[in-house]
Structures are given as structure tokens and as C-alpha cells.
């Protein structure tokens, strides 16, 4: 089994939150994965950062796609746990990607659309996404896939975090010639400094190195 980890953008005015979001710029949504991707609980719960949360709130009233909603909790001075129940007018891509037995893993508005990290165990998964998106005239782009038995099936010796880093800068063209992207722009897929990356990107390589082409014997690493 090859899992992945897809990126995808998808807009449409109707997907659930997008007007709260328009209304209230400075807030950031993410899942809580554990109950948030439940399609049959009726309720949806995410993780919200906001300055200014009776703004929020004020475009959760307004927002066509919300029903109910509830502060649950406060995590810290601009974080809180919300819970939601959805309009019938909502598109909502989370009961699909559990309904894949994937996971939502983050979930953010750029200001245009809503940029979905999502885990999947197979890459064919994808496509019940892709339906649902079609099926509502969501626009749908995958920016990026990332399969993590593609190094084969050892691990090389390689950490988490190498083989994070070497699969987002061979699905980016860092390793094209010429170069489609920059480090910088692999350590910013990261989250990372470039000198992070960069560490990373050239002890992963080494790794692979001494795994692929090394005679044991000579392996004191």
C-alpha cells in the first residue's frame, strides 16, 4: 500500500466557511481530524485562530453554508475549538475524504480558495474527490502529491524528515535541469529555513548514496 499526502486547492463560494473567512481575514481554520471528518455526527470541528473573534462570529451569522455553531473551548488568547452544523447549501469535502478513509490533515484560505492537505492510503483515492468536486462545479487543483513508499521498499536509512524533504523537492523540480524550483521555495513547501532544507536535502542524499551504491564493508556510517 502506498499512502499519500495530496495538496488541493478548491473553490467555489459554497464551500463550507468561505464567506465567514471573506468576512473575517485574519482567521486560520484547521480540522481537529479526529471528529472533524465525521461524515454521520452532524457536527464538524475545527481548530480556529482569529484577532478578533466576534468578527468571526459575526461572519459565521452571515454565512450561508453554517447552521449552528458553538465555541467549544479556548486553547489561548486567539485560538478557540468551534463547533458547526452545516446548511443544506454547504459543499462539504470533508465526509468524502472520510468516506476514502482519509484524513483531513489542514485546511486554509488563501483569500480565493481553500488549500486542503489531505492524507490518503491509496493515491486512486483521490478520485472520489475529484467526482464530488466535478458532481459541484468546485474547481479542483492538485498542487501537489506525495507518495511515501516511492523511495522503495527500504527506508534507506533516511529519516521522516529526509525523505519529507527529497519527496517535496523531486515533486517540485528541484532536481530538474534546468531547476523548476528554487531551495528557497523547497523550504518554504517545508515550513523550514534553507539552511534547514538544505541540511536535510544533502544528508538524505547522502543516505540514498551510501544505501544504493556503498558495499556494506564499506558502510561505516
Keep these: 500500500m502506498t499512502d499519500i499526502k ?25 480540522s481537529v481530524s479526529e471528529a472533524g471528518t465525521d461524515p454521520t ?42 463547533s458547526f452544523e452545516y446548511t443544506d447549501e454547504a459543499k462539504i469535502l470533508s465526509p468524502v475524504v ?4 482519509g484524513v483531513i490533515l489542514d485546511m486554509e484560505n488563501d483569500g480565493r480558495a481553500w488549500i486542503l492537505t489531505v ?3 491509496e493515491r486512486t483515492d483521490l478520485v472520489h474527490l475529484w467526482d464530488y468536486a466535478q458532481q459541484n462545479d468546485i474547481d479542483i487543483e492538485l498542487l501537489r502529491v506525495n507518495e511515501y513508499d516511492s523511495l522503495g521498499t527500504a527506508d534507506a536509512g533516511l529519516t521522516d524528515s529526509q525523505r519529507e524533504a527529497l519527496l517535496v523537492a ?28 538544505s541540511g536535510l536535502l544533502r544528508r538524505g ?3 540514498l548514496v551510501i544505501s544504493s551504491l556503498v558495499d556494506d564493508s564499506e558502510n561505516s556510517d
Design 6 to 30: 495530496a495538496v488541493v486547492r478548491a473553490k467555489h463560494p459554497d464551500i463550507v466557511l468561505t464567506g465567514t473567512v471573506t468576512h473575517d481575514r485574519s482567521s486560520k481554520i484547521k
Design 41 to 82: 455526527s452532524g457536527k464538524f470541528f475545527y481548530h480556529i485562530q482569529s484577532s478578533d473573534f466576534r468578527q468571526f462570529e459575526d461572519g459565521l451569522r452571515n454565512d450561508r453554508t453554517i447552521g449552528e455553531f458553538e465555541r467549544v473551548i479556548e486553547t489561548g488568547d486567539d485560538k478557540a475549538i468551534y
Design 98 to 101: 472520510s468516506t476514502s478513509n
Design 119 to 121: 492524507w490518503m492510503p
Design 170 to 197: 523531486f515533486e517540485t523540480g528541484y532536481f530538474e535541469e534546468p531547476r523548476n524550483a528554487t531551495l528557497s521555495e523547497v523550504a518554504a513547501d517545508l515550513d523550514i529555513s534553507q539552511p534547514a532544507a
Design 205 to 207: 542524499i547522502k543516505r
